[in-house]
């Protein structure tokens, strides 16, 4: 069987950008080229089979009647702060269409799905995702979802600035970003990126406006938990150490304890970060938080 390729994460901005998809090559058989997966190639190198998204969905429509295909199927939208993700369900997700038919909107949910993409014929290309599973989730998880995806995408975008400084295309860009450590599955997309879609470098530039508008959409909300109310540092600190005796507190209990105090997600992610950097704390396990005494 083969392994299931990795659920990235995008913004809806880069990801509806986006028309470029390929097949992976295969040099074994004509059969094993039958399953092998398509990917979309994104405006900014992302290389995606699979997503994994956090939003609001706050549109769901049965669409089933207008389509000539599949009796039922479900169509949402699920916004982040940069755009809008088309989700579509039908009689092969039983599970996601149930709950696209009984989900309260607007409500804030994750979504790990396979991207789809449809041509009319016209030229244009719409992107779009079949879920392979959806969650309820709450302010904070989407928060943290858009911490870590802004933190890959730009990570993304400065490897597609040494792209475009080098002046080189093709192999060439490639082995010289993987001089540089890039990992070739980043390397092999912004190579693809820059060749498809002569990316420059104001299109760049508009990407990390897009991320900045979004942090701060959320950056906004820590007024709410100045030191008046709540030092959050002194918080995580007393409810590690309350913790000390076992093996540590797992990082989605502290985002939900923080929750309890109105304490904001991104809030917590910078505090941690900082502990980390300042050896306050340290993780003895991936996700597992204990402070240092």
Same mark, same amino acid.
């Given at each position: ?25 295969? %040099?074994? #058989? ?11 190639? #994104? ?18 429509? %049965? ?8 009796? &039922? ?12 993700? #088309? ?23 994750? !979504? ?48 597609? &600035? ?50 900045? %508008? ?23 600190? %007393? ?23 109105? !304490? ?30």
């Amino acid at each position: 069987m083969a392994e299931r390729e990795m659920a990235h994460r995008v913004f809806a901005r880069e990801f509806n950008d986006s028309r470029f998809q390929i097949s992976s090559s295969s %040099d074994v #058989t004509s059969q094993a080229d039958l399953h092998a997966p398509n990917f979309l190639v #994104t405006t900014a190198g992302a290389k995606v089979n699979r997503l994994f998204i956090a939003g609001v969905i706050t549109e769901v429509e %049965d669409i089933g009647s207008h389509k000539g295909g599949e009796k &039922e199927l479900w169509r949402a939208r699920v916004s982040d702060p940069t755009g809008t993700f #088309t989700v579509y369900s039908g009689n092969f997700q039983p599970e996601t269409s149930v709950f696209l038919s009984t989900v309260e909107v607007p409500s804030f949910v994750t !979504i790990i799905g396979k991207v789809r993409s449809y041509e009319p014929g016209d030229g244009s290309v719409f992107v779009s995702l079949r879920p392979e599973e959806i969650n309820h989730a709450d302010e904070n998880t989407r928060n943290r979802w858009m911490v870590d995806t802004a933190e890959l995408t730009l990570d993304r975008l400065d490897v597609f &600035e040494e792209a475009l400084s080098s002046g080189i295309s093709g192999m060439e860009l490639f082995d010289h970003l993987s001089l540089k450590n890039v990992p070739s599955h980043i390397a092999e997309g912004v190579c693809m990126a820059l060749d498809f879609y002569r990316t420059d470098r104001s299109y760049i530039q508009g990407m990390r406006k897009h991320i900045r %508008d979004a942090l701060f959409s959320i950056e906004s909300s820590l007024s709410a938990v100045s030191g008046d109310l709540f030092d959050t540092e002194e918080f995580i600190m %007393d409810l590690l150490q309350e913790m000390n005796g076992g093996k540590g507190m797992e990082y989605t209990e502290l985002l939900r304890q923080a929750g309890s105090k109105n !304490i904001p997600a991104v809030s917590v992610e910078k505090t941690v970060r900082s502990l980390l950097s300042e050896g306050h704390i340290y993780e003895p396990k991936v996700g597992f938080f204990r402070a240092i005494v």
